[in-house]
Every structure is written in structure tokens, then in C-alpha cells.
């Protein structure tokens, strides 16, 4: 029902910043949330960030708190990802996610209703 389009990965030295930006289109419901997972090889995919479409409630994996920071523009249907004082622990591909219910989108990728295609971000360590 949530058509989620990423961009923005590449390639930084550790200390960098990346911004990344995905785009919705389709139905969001009222409290509709969108956010960010990502998976680097040979491990499972882990929850980033997340922020809520009405009131821009943001969670955020322990790890990145305080480095990265997620955003959202209603008018453009666009959520960004500011990540800053980039580590080599945070090269993966990075999926956009969304999902009407909260929970669903922040505890367990096996619940998210919507992904992006993915992005890579490679960070030199």
C-alpha cells in the first residue's frame, strides 16, 4: 500500500556523514511510521532509527543515539537520515521502512509492512 524509494549511500571515511532520504507515495494513514533498518553481510537485519508521520515521534537503536538524527517532510512525502561521526560498525545496506503501527515498524523486520530497495553505506575504518 506504501511505495518507499531510498538514496543517498556511498562511500566516507570514518568521522564522515551521510545523509539519506526515502520517499512515500500511496496511502499514509494517520499514524503512520517510517524508518530505517539496515544489514551488513553475514548478519541479520537490525533496526536504525524510526519517526512517526503525524507527531514525529523518533526511537533510535542505542548505538546510533546522538550521531544519527531522522526527519521528515510531510509536504514532500520525504523522510531523511542525517548520519554523522560515521564508524565502520555502520557499513550496511540501509532499507527505508514503514508500517501504520509503530511497534510493528521498531521490534521486528518480520512485521514491517513496506521496504526500500536498499542503500549502501560503506564506511572506511
Known amino acids: 500500500q506504501v511505495q518507499l524509494v531510498e538514496s543517498g549511500g556511498g562511500l566516507v571515511q570514518a568521522g564522515g556523514s551521510l545523509r539519506l532520504s526515502c520517499v512515500a507515495s500511496g496511502h499514509i494513514s494517520s499514524n503512520y511510521t517510517t524508518g530505517w533498518y539496515r544489514q551488513a553481510p553475514g548478519k541479520e537485519r537490525e533496526f536504525v532509527a524510526a519517526?512517526?508521520?503525524?507527531?514525529?515521534?523518533?526511537y533510535y537503536r542505542n548505538s546510533v543515539k546522538g550521531r544519527f538524527t531522522i526527519s521528515r517532510d510531510n509536504a514532500r512525502n520525504t523522510m531523511y537520515l542525517q548520519m554523522n561521526s560515521l564508524k565502520h560498525e555502520d557499513t550496511a545496506v540501509y532499507y527505508c521502512?514503514?508500517?501504520?503501527?509503530?511497534?510493528?515498524?521498531?521490534?521486528?523486520?518480520?512485521?514491517?509492512?513496506?521496504w526500500g530497495q536498499g542503500t549502501q553505506v560503506t564506511v572506511s575504518a
Open positions: 521502512a514503514g508500517d501504520p503501527n509503530p511497534f510493528r515498524l521498531t521490534v521486528s523486520p518480520a512485521l514491517v509492512g513496506s
Open positions: 519517526i512517526t508521520w503525524s507527531t514525529s515521534k523518533t
